[in-house]
């Protein structure tokens, strides 16, 4: 069993959706829902696979976990997969309750960059005590949760993976750029997730107004919708540069919108592992990012991109540089494809995760801190050193 938030659109729901899909020929799984079941749901149950929602109301509710641990026994479950920590706490009460129910908990990332909770601080010391794998999807958040009080003993690293697919290619790039209205010739800077505040995304709007004073044809594409979505729209038209700016709402195929983009942009306050970054780097994108959360682990400064920190004149010094230079633009996408083909596949996700369903205590590997495509490191490098 799977047990998430819901299934509505978001990155920790894809890759729960991606393990089910995965495993379906050696694993046979059901997902519940704690709130509702999500727009994505239907992926799951067209294929014949359950998902439960159990419709949770506000406030800790103990008979929860008494009804959970009641699902498990009708869908004789052995082992529960809990993503976030509210999911965790129920399943974990739930499976002491069904017995015999092995846990596994992956936290994916937290809400905002605030310090460790004092009460997580007091209960998970208790919780850790009791049977389950617990992982972080990168070693910044490992170092979160073990502030959070989970021993150091019990907390392993499982990076997140994507199926790297094909590069995409110049037909794909024009399909692209229609779709969103971009002209052929703009120089395009792409951001996509939900529209939420610690996503950072008037940063990137005040960047891109400092940008356009010295590039007319640069663009900004935000994928994604939100409780932020009017205000960056209304910041946007305050800064002059909502002509410049398309906000294209909730999209089902970002992937493919990718290929549209010549920079990927994460600017968020904090990140666990983003499976944007992943996918934009799996489409040959140089990625200009914050250097928070996860984001060090995935994107190597100066080698698949820049990380630079949360000032819009360092953003735009690192777009202006891109903009400026296509062969350098390239190189870093093809260096970042290399890497996530190498270290941050879909299959070795999976294959890892299984190992934890049958209980193995395998040690996780994890990726080297720069490791780019051996025949790119010195041009890249050259490329990038007279750049401050």
Known sequence: MQL????????????????????????????????????????????GIPVTSLSRTPGFQP??????????????????????????VYGLLAAVIA??????????????????????????????????RLFAVSADLRHHMIAEGFPARCVDVLYNGIDPGERPTAAQRHAARQSLGVPEDAFVIGAAGRLDPVKNLRLLLQAHTLLR?????????IVGDGAEREPLETLARELGIADSVVF??????????????????????????????????????????TPVGGNPELVIDRETGWLVHGRAVAMTEALTALALDAKLRRLMGDAGRWRVAKHFSIQRMVEQYASAYLGSRKPMATPPASEP????????????????
């Open 248 to 289: 294209a709402g909730y999209r089902p195929n970002v992937r493919a919108l990718m290929a549209a983009f010549d920079v990927y942009v994460n600017c968020s306050t904090y990140e666990g592992a983003s499976l944007t970054i992943l996918e934009a780097m799996a489409a040959a994108l140089p990625v200009v990012a």
């Open 213 to 221: 004073a010295k590039m007319p044809h640069a663009r900004t594409v």
């Open 63 to 88: 008979k929860l976990a008494v009804r959970l641990a009641r699902l498990m026994r009708s869908q004789g479950i052995d082992v529960v997969h809990c993503h976030h920590y509210s999911p965790y």
């Open 99 to 132: 017995r015999g129910v092995q846990l596994v908990f992956t936290e994916h990332g937290k809400l905002s960059n605030a310090g460790p909770s004092s009460k997580r601080r007091l209960v998970n010391p208790v919780l850790s005590r009791l049977p389950g």
């Open 373 to 388: 495509a051996p025949a790119e490191r010195m041009s890249v490098s050259d490329a990038t050193r007279s750049i401050v």
């Open 4 to 47: 998430v938030l819901s299934l509505s659109p978001g990155g920790t729901e894809r890759l729960v959706i991606e393990i089910v899909k995965s495993l379906s020929d050696r694993v046979d799984s059901s997902v519940c829902c704690l709130d509702e079941p999500g727009a994505w749901a239907s992926q799951l149950t067209d294929r």
